[in-house]
């Protein structure tokens, strides 16, 4: 089961990144910071998983609702991929 919550926090300043060499076990793969969603925002939740671990989606594809002390977005995929893993 997806935990319907995650809390993380904003790493807007940091490239995307392939970690392969340190999560070794899984295949190729990037890591997606949490965007962020306005210029003051500084940490989100996670308050609903759209997909699930191992779900193949395509770009523009609902990932998951990002929750601020504002507002709740949708968090859009920019391309096609799968969500591999859902690390809290």
Known sequence: AVPTSSRMEIASR???SSTAS???S???H???????LSPTMETGTISKWN????????????????ETDKATVDFEAQDDGV???ILR
């Open 14 to 16: 940091r490239p995307y």
């Open 22 to 24: 340190v999560l070794s």
């Open 26 to 28: 899984y295949p190729p």
């Open 30 to 36: 990037t890591l997606f910071p949490m965007p962020a």
């Open 51 to 66: 997909k699930s671990e191992g779900e193949e989606f395509s770009a523009g594809d609902i990932l998951c609702e990002i």
């Open 83 to 85: 969500l591999a893993k």
